[in-house]
């Protein structure tokens, strides 16, 4: 009689976690979600993400909270066009270190990981097409 009492806490459980995981926001953002993450962010800091959604009222998961920090909502992110000594670092970064991208992003204040990739993947793309070498010649 035990393991079907273990068996149904055992569902209920899993079914409760469901229900949870389902009641999760997905999607575009809102700018109230937004402010809200903002607020949570300024007055907790940055870390323990799965937190975010205990104690904010926000409905996502804390992957998704993280992501967003980090990808739109940082204070000292950087948008626009690269610099020109921007480029260059990425170019020899990536001659050391290949695609580590959050490993270049790290050297690069304000850059996100996904920028650099993205940088570099349009910028290899243009060279080969134009046929010319992906490093230039003093890399």
């Given amino acids: 009689?035990?393991?079907?009492?273990?068996?149904?806490?055992?569902?209920?459980?899993?079914?409760?976690?469901?229900?949870?995981?389902?009641?999760?926001?997905?999607?575009?953002?809102?700018?109230?979600?937004?402010?809200?993450?903002?607020?949570?962010?300024?007055?907790?800091?940055?870390?323990?993400?799965?937190?975010?959604?205990?104690?904010?009222?926000?409905?996502r998961c804390g992957k998704s909270c993280r992501l967003r920090w980090a990808n739109h909502l940082r204070p000292n992110l950087k948008k626009g066009a690269f610099t020109p000594d921007e480029e260059r670092l990425i170019i020899e970064l990536h001659a050391k270190l290949g695609n580590k991208w959050a490993r270049m992003a790290a050297q690069l204040p304000g850059r996100t990981d996904n920028e650099i990739k993205n940088y570099w993947n349009t910028r290899i793309k243009r060279r080969l097409r134009a046929g010319l070498p992906v490093y230039p010649s003093d890399v």
């Fill in 1 to 59: 009689m035990e393991a079907v009492s273990s068996s149904s806490s055992s569902a209920a459980a899993a079914a409760a976690a469901a229900a949870a995981a389902a009641a999760l926001k997905k999607g575009p953002w809102t700018s109230a979600e937004d402010a809200i993450l903002v607020a949570y962010v300024s007055k907790h800091g940055e870390g323990n993400w799965n937190n975010v959604q205990k104690h904010s009222g926000l409905s």
